[in-house]
Structures are given as structure tokens and as C-alpha cells.
């Protein structure tokens, strides 16, 4: 099967790569890629957001199978454009990617449903924001209703700060219309947890827990980023929990989703925070994660084709999804200065890996035959081994390999994760 993938990162490195390992597997097109990409793909230049761009290729070269990844192209109905083409794809259409597209949406499904979450407020109305935040309780969580690049939730520690965060989302317009609508939401403490999962509107299938780090600094300080590193699985997330979101939380999202005329066949994200009260979601994503696809993926012993055919079919409840029990971290690799300002165009020296190493290629180009940095998260250093232990210890040596002039690395992927297995 010829195989068009959509997207140009680590996580679609990390897909592309497991994909390979399917025997059904023929030739996989990636629409943009990169330059790490295009060793293990044809990479083409056209935006994932390019609807009609990317339209205009599939019509041409008619894969037999599409995987979107990215969230504006999902968003947007890039599978609902494919399919009128008569390509089958891996990837919720428009009207079930607005659990992640939209904030209000997911709260009220939430709320709806019974399913457990923060407690907030919606609103279109700056002062009446602010009105109603001068008597909230801090810290509280402002968030706006849009896609925001992952930096469209503010923690804010004073009326000051929220006031600011008021501001810039809903007059100054900092995410653009994304910030129209804002929520106003309860501060939960606890461990977060991701947990992506399979799913054809009907079946839900959990993959290997796993735990980002999502700060710029080592000791969770900094700004907020797309993810620094991650680890699977995350041992917060005992097997009593996976029971027990289960039973509240996947189930009941994917048969309120299907109530709802909405059903979701993809890969569902639960951003789970494991609060003293149980497991309440922070966040649905309506994707894989990125990084936490490069550590879980790492440790599928399925077929990862066999298994999104079946999310496509509504087979999933027939389909192997098996997890190694195994552990694997990712370090990720950025430029200096990122997530704001960093520099480019620096040559990248990779080494060979060895077993169970792999690296997964972000934000990179070819240039004359040289790979170069082009974004602020470069690639990702990725070990799986037996233990956690030894997977953060490898993912740090594989990285150690790793050159270019102005990396910056976290010293601290997998540091809560040990601690809590008490290593
Ligand atoms: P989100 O964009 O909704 O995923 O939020 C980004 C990050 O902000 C999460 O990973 C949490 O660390 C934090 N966060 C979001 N909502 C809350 C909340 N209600 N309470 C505490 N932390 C939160
Ligand atoms: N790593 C978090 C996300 O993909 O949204």
C-alpha cells in the first residue's frame, strides 16, 4: 500500500518510521517532511495546511491510505477532503477535531457527559471576565477557546497577571480569533499523564502511558513548550487508574462523541491530571502527541498499519494492539532560545544508532547534501530499553553523540518519573 503522510515532525518522523515496519507498507509520501524525514520518505513541499495543495497531490498520485497527524490540517477537514476523493485516512474529520479544536466544545461535552474536568466559566466579554476574575480564587487558568500553538493556556497567580492574560487574548488578540472566546478555569494539582489511544467511534484502545515535560529549563522552569522530552510509561499511572479512566473518562468521550453525530476514528489524546479527587482531564488533543508519539510508538510490538486500517473500518475491536513492557525516554534536541527567538541554518553531525536507538527528526532541512537546523525543537534522542532507568540513561548518551552549534537539552527527562519508582 503506497502511503501519504501529512505533517513534518518528530512525530511524524517517529510514524513514518514505525509504518516502515508494516509488511503492507509500499511507498510513503510526506507532505512537507524534512530533512530527516527524506531518508525514510519522499518528502514534497506542500503546507500540511494546504488543503487544496495536498487535494491536488493525492488526486494525482492516488495513495491507497492517508494519516493525518497535525491539528490545523485535521481542523481544517483535511479528512473530509480526502475522503471525497475516495482516500481512505487515518484521522478524525472536522466535526469530531473540534474536541481539540475547540476548548468550549470540550468543556460542554464534559460537562454534558459527566465526565470529570476543571470547573470553569465561558466568556466573549473581556470585562465581564475580568469582573468575574477579581473575585476568583489563585492561582486560576485562563485558556483560550482555539488552536494556540500549545501556549493558549495561562497560569495566573494574581488578578494582575490575569488581567494581562485577559487582555492579551481578547483585545490585543495575541492568537488571533483563537482568543475570542476565553475560559476561566479551576487551578488542579497532581501528576499529569498523556495517554494517546486508538479509536474507531465505537472501540477505545489505550496505548503505553507516557509524560511530557513541557517547560523550556531543566527543574520545570521557563516558558511553556511543545515538549522538551518524555518518557513511557509514566509510572503515576498505575494499572488501578487505567481502570478507572476507563470507565470515566475514555469510554464515556468516545460514546458521547458518537451521540453527539460526532464520531471520532483517529488517535484520541487524553491530557489526564491525576488530581486528589482521581483522573480529571486537562486537555483532548485529537492527534498524536508530539513528543510523546516518539517514545510510544517505539514500544508498539502491533502493526501500526494494520491497527489505523482498522480505526478507518470500525475493526478495531479485533485488531493486536500489543506494548513491549519495556520503558523509553526522548530527549529533545532545540535550538538556544526557543521557544521565543533562536538561530538557524547550523550543521547537524548525526551518529549511527544502534539497537533499540533511534532519532526522530523535527526541524531540520537539506542543504546540498548536509542536514540543517530550520526550527526550534531539531530532533529527538530516543532509547528504549528493559528498564526506565536505563532508557533515560541511554536517550542521554545517544544525545551526548549529537552536534550542532547551538543545542540546548534539558538534563532533567525521566528526573520525576525515577523518583517516583523511588530510583
Ligand atoms: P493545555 O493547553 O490545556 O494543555 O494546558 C497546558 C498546560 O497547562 C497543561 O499541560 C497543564 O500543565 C497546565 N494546565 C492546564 N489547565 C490546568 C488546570 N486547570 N490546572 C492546572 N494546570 C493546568
Ligand atoms: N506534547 C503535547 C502535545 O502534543 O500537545
Redesign the pocket.
Given at each position: 500500500m503506497n502511503i501519504l503522510v501529512i505533517g513534518g515532525g518528530g512525530r511524524e518522523h517517529a510514524v513514518i518510521k514505525t509504518l516502515k515496519k508494516s509488511r503492507d507498507c509500499g511507498k510513503i509520501w510526506c507532505l512537507p517532511g524534512n530533512g530527516g524525514i527524506a531518508a525514510d520518505a519522499e518528502c514534497v513541499p506542500v503546507k500540511a495546511t494546504d488543503i487544496e495543495g495536498i487535494a491536488a497531490f493525492a488526486s494525482e498520485k492516488k495513495p491507497d491510505f492517508a494519516v493525518v497527524t497535525p491539528d490545523d490540517p485535521l481542523c481544517m477537514g483535511l479528512v473530509d477532503r480526502l475522503e471525497s476523493l475516495g482516500i481512505p485516512c487515518f484521522g478524525p474529520r472536522a466535526n469530531a477535531a473540534i474536541i481539540e479544536g475547540s476548548?468550549v466544545f470540550s468543556k460542554n461535552l464534559m460537562k454534558k457527559y459527566g465526565i470529570p474536568t476543571?470547573e470553569s466559566r465561558v466568556f466573549t466579554d473581556a470585562d465581564e471576565a475580568l469582573a468575574y476574575l477579581k473575585t476568583h480564587a489563585y492561582p486560576a487558568?485562563v485558556?483560550a477557546d482555539g488552536l494556540a500553538l500549545?501556549k493558549?493556556?495561562i497560569?495566573v497567580n494574581s488578578y494582575a497577571e490575569a488581567e494581562k492574560a485577559i487582555r492579551g487574548m481578547m483585545v490585543e488578540k495575541v492568537f488571533g480569533e483563537s482568543g475570542s472566546r476565553v475560559l476561566v478555569?479551576?487551578?488542579?494539582?497532581g501528576p499529569?499523564v498523556s495517554v494517546l489511544s486508538f479509536t474507531d467511534g465505537e472501540t477505545v484502545v489505550p496505548m503505553v502511558s507516557s509524560m511530557?515535560h513541557?517547560r523550556a529549563q531543566t527543574g520545570d522552569r521557563g516558558l511553556?513548550t511543545g515538549g522538551m522530552g518524555t518518557v513511557a510509561p509514566n509510572p503515576y499511572y498505575t494499572e488501578e487508574i487505567a481502570a478507572r479512566c476507563m470507565k470515566e473518562i475514555f469510554l464515556p468521550t468516545v460514546n458521547a462523541m458518537k451521540k453527539e453525530g460526532r464520531p471520532f476514528r483517529g488517535c484520541l489524546y487524553f491530557?489526564l491530571?491525576l488530581t486528589p479527587e482521581g483522573p480529571k482531564v486537562?486537555?483532548y488533543n485529537c492527534r498524536f502527541g508530539d513528543p510523546e508519539t516518539q517514545v510510544v510508538l517505539p514500544l508498539l510490538q502491533s502493526d501500526l498499519l494494520k491497527i489505523m486500517m482498522a480505526c478507518r473500518n470500525g475493526t478495531l475491536a479485533e485488531a493486536e494492539v500489543k506494548f513491549s513492557s519495556g520503558a523509553a525516554c526522548c530527549v529533545v534536541l532545540a535550538s538556544e532560545g526557543y521557544p521565543q527567538k533562536y538561530d538557524t541554518g547550523y550543521e547537524i553531525s548525526l551518529p549511527e544508532t544502534g539497537e533499540g536507538e533511534e532519532i526522530f527528526v523535527a526541524g531540520a532541512r537539506l542543504s546540498e547534501g548536509k542536514l540543517l537546523t530550520s526550527g526550534g525543537r531539531v530532533l529527538g534522542a530516543v532509547a528504549v530499553a528493559p528498564t526506565l532507568k536505563e532508557a533515560v540513561e541511554r536517550a542521554y548518551a545517544l544525545s551526548d553523540k549529537i552536534a550542532f552549534a547551538n543545542a540546548y537539552k534539558r538534563a532533567d527527562i525521566g528526573g520525576r518519573a525515577l523518583a517516583a519508582l523511588g530510583e
Open positions: 476548548k476543571a487558568v485558556k500549545g493558549g493556556a497560569i478555569e479551576e487551578f488542579l494539582t499529569e511530557d513541557k511553556n491530557g491530571m486537562i486537555e
